[in-house]
């Protein structure tokens, strides 16, 4: 299955091939890898599936449902003050 994952951070929508089998911590570094290129720190970010925040990222895509082209979120965990 293809899904899409916004990156808000880099301002950049990434199209990841996964199988149902991904869980959703790998989706989400696989995401962060790809739209920042570098390997980043998974504990600074959360990961939002139809607007509803992922608690257990052990949960895999076909487990939560994910049909082909579902979309998800992957936001700082912390947010940042506006200026």
């Keep these: 299955m ?3 994952v916004w990156v808000p951070e880099v301002w950049d929508v990434v199209r990841l091939e996964a199988g149902a089998e991904w869980t959703v911590e790998r989706l989400k ?3 962060l890898r790809q739209a920042t ?3 980043p720190n998974g504990e600074a ?5 139809r607007g509803a925040l992922v608690l257990d990222e052990s949960a895999t895509l076909g487990g939560l449902g994910a049909p082909d082209n579902a979309s998800f979120i992957v ?3 912390k947010r940042r003050p506006a200026r």
Excluded: D, I, S, W
């Design 2 to 4: 293809t899904v899409r």
């Design 75 to 77: 936001l700082p965990a």
């Design 45 to 49: 970010y959360e990961v939002k599936f």
């Design 29 to 31: 570094a696989e995401a």
């Design 37 to 39: 290129g570098r390997a």
